[in-house]
Structures are given as structure tokens and as C-alpha cells.
């Protein structure tokens, strides 16, 4: 009797509720999944076309050259069969020729170092634009990241309990800070003050746009790096201590390098942030596709060319397939970093705090 009781107390019962929430909870998954696939599938099919541009060679009828002709002057007649039938014989004989000098020309002009997609002459040079990306990037990576990391470790291992409740949800709820008002306090406050400060000539430039930006990615930095450090075990800590280790030397000297791998996720994904920023960027750089070697100077980032100019652009122009190049250039690297950072590194801090090699 009590053998039957125990089996059914063991048997798994059906729950409708548990397997309707299974069944939701597998179907968002999907759906989210299939969106973000297709997603970049669009990213990437529009931006293919340019591999494949063959420009478009003014070619015309016999019944147009003749329309134009009897539309001039008749004293201009015989200039005019002149000069047509020079024409007809320059497309006859040479549109393979130009159509593989244009295809040239426009590698030559993506890989070029102008961007001037509206002049009569269009070049779409990403060189500049890729450059600006990663100055600004680097600015708010080395003004950010030593902050939010001092700060993370002061919040895990000096800080009181109750300093600690209210410094990280304080500071991660400024990771939810719209983009659009870091860019405008940029904008309107910091660039004056910064260029009184420093005298530089001008107002917004990659300085000012890193230091804003470095506002969105402290936030990121911080709260992955506060988890880093707050899951290396207690013993770590006490064993240095027992050791005769004051506390600033255990935090610096064994639960930095045992969080090591985290905090460099913790940086990769700030840089996957900074690089894709848009807002920030497009209202504080300058906007001028320029390279230079000083902080000091107006550049212009992927992110915000396309934030300006998708709206503008002519659906299937080289301009728009240009466009969205540098939007699969965005997604790769920052898909690269933040599968690096989670796949890679934190199984390693894993496997470090698991003690396995």
C-alpha cells in the first residue's frame, strides 16, 4: 500500500497551465529569433547589390537621335548628324569598356577617403567615416572603462551594505538614460565648456562626442563588471586576509586578475555599445568626414551617417546600398564582440572560478 502510495506521489502529473507556459514561452522564442534573423538577412541582401553594380549607360534609339536632331535650328543640322552619328558609333563600340570602368570606379570610390554622396560627382568613401567610428570608440573606452571598473570594485569590496544598495541600481539605472538627452547635454553644455577650458578651435569634435558617450557606456561596464567581481568566492578574499593582505591589496592583487576575464567582457561589450551608438555621436562630433590624428577635430561615425541620411536616399540607389554596407560593417563587429565576450570569456571565468584549467 505504501509502495502504490509512493508511486503516485512520484508520477508526473499533466498540468495545462505548466504546458500552455511551455508552449507560450517557446513560441516567443522562436518568433524572436526568426525577427532578429530576418533582420539581418534584410541588412545584408540590400547591402549585396553593390557587389553586383553595373551603372546604368545612356544609351538611345534611332527614333530619339532623330527627334533630337529635327528639334534643332536648320542651320545646325549638319553639325548635329554629325556629332549623332559620332555618338552611335562610341556606344557601338565601346559600353563594355565604360561599364568596367564605372564598376571600377566604384570600389575605388567606397574604398576611397572622400564622402560626398550629393555632388555632382558622388563619392562614397567609408574610410573616414569607419576611422571616425573607432576614435570616438577609443575616447569613450579609455575615459569609461577605468571608472566604471574602479567604481565596480569600490561597490564589491569597500563599500558599506547599505552604500551598496543604492550605488548599483543608481548607477544601472542610468543605463536606461535616453541617448538623445546625453547628446543634447553634450551639445549645449559640455561642448561650450570644454572648449573654454581648452581653447581648441572646434566647438564639437570626436573629444566631445567620446566624453558624451562615455556617459552611456560607464553604466554597461560597471554592472557586468560588479557581477565579475562579486562572483569570485569568499574564500579568495579570506585566504589573502588570513595571508596578512591589507584589503586594497586583496582587491588589486587577487580579485582583479581572478575577474579578469569578466571585466575584459565587461569592456568588449561597452565597445560594442560605444561603436553603435547613434544619438550621441550625430549631435556631438561634428559630423564632417574628415580624418586626422587630433581628438580636437570634427569627424563622423557609420552609425550616424546612416541615422542621417537613410531617410534621404533613393531606394535602390548606390548611395542606399552604400548605406546599409556600413550597417552590415556595424553588425559584424559588433556581433564579433559580443559573441567573443559571451561565449568565450565568461566560460573561461567559469572555468577560473570552478578551479578547472
Known amino acids: 500500500m505504501d509502495e502504490q502510495f509512493k508511486n503516485e506521489l512520484l508520477k508526473k502529473r499533466f498540468y495545462f497551465s505548466d504546458w500552455l507556459a511551455r508552449i507560450v514561452i517557446t513560441l516567443v522564442s522562436i518568433v524572436s529569433f526568426i525577427s532578429i534573423a530576418l533582420i539581418f538577412v534584410f541588412v545584408f541582401r540590400e547591402a549585396l547589390p553593390i557587389l553586383n553594380y553595373t551603372p546604368e549607360v545612356e ?3 534611332d527614333e530619339e537621335l532623330q527627334m533630337q536632331v529635327y528639334n534643332d535650328l536648320n542651320n545646325q543640322i549638319e553639325k548635329k548628324e554629325e556629332k549623332l552619328s559620332n555618338t552611335k558609333e562610341q556606344i557601338e563600340i565601346t559600353p563594355r569598356n565604360d561599364d568596367q ?4 570606379s566604384v570600389w575605388e570610390s567606397v574604398f576611397s577617403t572622400v564622402w560626398d554622396p550629393i555632388s555632382k560627382n558622388p563619392r562614397y568613401g567609408i574610410i573616414p567615416l569607419i576611422v571616425g567610428s573607432l576614435k570616438v570608440t577609443l575616447i569613450a573606452i579609455l575615459i569609461a572603462a577605468p571608472i566604471a571598473i574602479l567604481a565596480a570594485l569600490f561597490t564589491s569590496t569597500f563599500a558599506p551594505k547599505w552604500a551598496k544598495e543604492i550605488l548599483k541600481p543608481a548607477i544601472e539605472i542610468l543605463a536606461g538614460f535616453p541617448s538623445v538627452v546625453i547628446g543634447f547635454f553634450a551639445l549645449v553644455v559640455l561642448a561650450t565648456f570644454l ?8 566647438r564639437l569634435n570626436a573629444f566631445v562626442g567620446g566624453l558624451a558617450l562615455s556617459l552611456a557606456v560607464i553604466p554597461i561596464i560597471y554592472t557586468v563588471t560588479e557581477d565579475a567581481l562579486s562572483a569570485i568566492p569568499k574564500s579568495y578574499i579570506e585566504a589573502s586576509i588570513a595571508l596578512g593582505a591589507e584589503k586594497w591589496q586583496t582587491a588589486i592583487y587577487v580579485v ?3 575577474a579578469a576575464p569578466g571585466i575584459f567582457a565587461a ?16 549631435m556631438a562630433t561634428g559630423n564632417a568626414p574628415i580624418i586626422s590624428a587630433s581628438i580636437f577635430e570634427p569627424v563622423r561615425t557609420m552609425s550616424a551617417t546612416i541615422g542621417a541620411e537613410m531617410a534621404e536616399v533613393i531606394f535602390g540607389e548606390l548611395h542606399y546600398n552604400v548605406l546599409f554596407l556600413l550597417g552590415s560593417i556595424l553588425f559584424l563587429f559588433s556581433f564579433s564582440l559580443n559573441a567573443i565576450a559571451e ?12 578551479g578547472s584549467k
Open 59 to 61: 544609351t538611345y534609339t
Open 101 to 104: 570602368i564605372k564598376l571600377q
Open 195 to 202: 572648449q573654454n577650458l581648452f581653447g581648441y578651435q572646434y
Open 256 to 258: 582583479l586578475p581572478a
Open 267 to 282: 569592456v568588449l561589450l561597452g565597445i560594442g555599445r560605444a561603436f553603435g551608438e547613434t544619438m550621441i555621436v550625430m
Open 343 to 354: 561565449f568565450y570569456i565568461r566560460n573561461r571565468l567559469l572555468r577560473r572560478i570552478g
